[in-house]
């Protein structure tokens, strides 16, 4: 009898084993991107993140069922430095570890981030959270490839019922400063052969033609490469990134050397976390960081050079 029972209990440990393992993998993301099928499958056990600038069309045009709604513009947030305020930088831990939690992620959560989907400046708010999540150490994050317009075009349905939001416990990981470039490094590039400055931004901004307000100057860091954002996506329709063979091509294009050590720029670092993602995590390049400052810190220093092709006084 106690040779059965035991027997018995050795059955339902190995069944619950089995279970709590298959339950893991169930979970476990493909990869970087995950398409509109894949989360459909697995939409229940995951946070869904919905990344967007118009609140209002949250619920006036529908979500995917369970999503939540994360502010674009409270991802970041403003920093004083020196006698100058900077916009749309990286919270502190604190910070990013309340604003997780108040978001329904918990330290052990698989997340898949989302967003409209239909112009390339949508996924680059999706990516700066990716971008950050990262920079913590949060392992179990996902983008979904072209967004909510991707969901749709799969038949995926969306609800205007307003999400339940369960604050959960987060704690951030380590922190992978290896990703992260600031102010010093951008200057010591300038005379480092091995790194290679990459502006992200239009042709329009590079030149000199226009420029955002928060920029005090015209043009482009000495020396930079250009590889605009919106070139990682087609010109028109769903905003899903190109293949990964697509994406390498540009590099020796665009005259830019994937051996380098590249340092990512834009205006804010919005646009060009698009381009790390791109970079980092579907081509897998390593050697690649983002500038946190961009143009918004680097004009505000009038001893910093910048490159203006085009003047328009």
Known sequence: MRQILKSFISTIILSLFITTTNAADSIKLPGPLVTADWLTENLSKVVVLDVRKDLDSFLKEGHIEGAILVNSKKVRVKRKQA???????????????????????????TVVITMKGKTPGQVAGATRLYWQMKYYGFKHVALLDGGNDAWEEALGDFTNDATIIKTMKFNAGAIHNEILAKVKDVEQSLTDSNTLLVDTRNLRFHIGLEKRSYVKKHGHIPGSQLLPYKFLFPAKGTAKYHSTDIISQLLPALNISPKQNLILYCNSAFECSSVWFALHELVGLRNIRVYDGSLNEWTMDSSHAMTRKVSTQ
């Open 83 to 109: 006698n100058y305020e900077l916009t749309g930088m990286l919270p502190d831990k604190k910070t990013y570890e309340k604003f997780m939690s108040a978001h329904g992620v918990g330290s052990n959560s």
